[in-house]
């Protein structure tokens, strides 16, 4: 099979420079084209010198001769550019909210516009192959997912298929400085962040509406009732996420519902069902999500930590995988290197 010509929107942001590192290392994968506003007329290891090898050059404009393209732009901006791949028969992998949300009526109000193209989010799938592995293996649009929101679903899925808990839901999660992406904001410079800790969001953050949307679908008749808060924490890339619920069944045994995670996920080679509570840096720099689910037998509580990094499973390795499975290859092709430790 000849290889798969690959372009990169916006190489210049975290996630895309996860793309090109990732993709450029991918057995079955050409990247042939990326943009980047900023560095546009550089090759990619000149501005990117832990890229050092990769000695294409970064243009303003994606070119035609492509098979997919990864639109790492920013909100509200991707829907700009998707579109017009499509025209051209070019597979889309959008790693920004603009496909995400099925119900167009969520955008103004999450994210602060009216969505332009209401009639093309039907169409995009929700890119978590956990869950839609056989949509997206014949899709066009893949709508990728948010990093807080792959963590908080994997993590609350089979119970929520199963229906073993009550609907009262609550998801907290920590987040590396990186999920906010490159830009600079005071919010996020080393001395605000560096040995200091805080949630954000807390009355509502964006990732909630697609949490939910994902949740409901796995079990319509569960009417959820979720609290979810984020937090940023002093780390560079990786969000561990903690979720409670109450359990419906007082004699559900630990092992019982280990066992229950681990058939739900049988199938699923980037998730990972661990015997004891996962940390943060057993992901850094691949595309696993480790998930550990216990009992708190005291208050007959379900606890689910999971863990993963928020520019791999969360982001770009993600996006491979979706990849992967439109192009009819296995799902772990290009992303089998093992985390970075310590
Ligand atoms: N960071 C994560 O953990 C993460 C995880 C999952 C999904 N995502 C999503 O992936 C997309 C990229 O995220 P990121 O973290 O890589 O972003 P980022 O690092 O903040 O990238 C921002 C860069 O995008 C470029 N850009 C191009 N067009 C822009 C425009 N119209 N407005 C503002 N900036 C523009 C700018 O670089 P130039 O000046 O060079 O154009 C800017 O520095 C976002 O939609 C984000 O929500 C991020």
Known sequence: MSKIKAGIINVTGYIGIELARLLYQHPEVALKSITGRSAAGQKLGEAFPHLGNIDQVIKADIDSDVDVVFSAMPHKSSVDVVPSLLAQNIKAIDLSA?????????YPKWYGFTHPLPDLLPEAIY???EIHEKEIASARLIANPGCYSVSAILALAPAVKEAIISPEIIIDSKSGVSGAGRALTLTTHY????????????EGHRHLPEIEQELR????ELALSITFVPHLVPMTRGILTTCYAPLKDSNLAKE???QLYRDFYKNAPFVHIADNPPQTK??????????????DLRTNRLIVISCLDNLIKGGAGQAVQ?????????????????????
């Open 191 to 202: 001395a605000e962040t560096n040995e200091n800790a805080f949630a954000y969001s807390v």
């Open 127 to 129: 890119g978590l192959p």
């Open 256 to 258: 019982e519902l280990q």
């Open 217 to 220: 679908t796995l079990n319509p």
């Open 282 to 295: 057993y992901t850094r720099g691949n595309n696993f999500c480790i998930i550990y689910p216990t009992i």
């Open 322 to 342: 979706n990849m992967n499975l439109m192009f009819n290859l296995p799902q772990p092709a290009g992303l089998e290197s093992l985390a970075i430790y310590p």
């Open 98 to 106: 603009d496909f995400r949300l099925k119900d167009a009526n969520e």
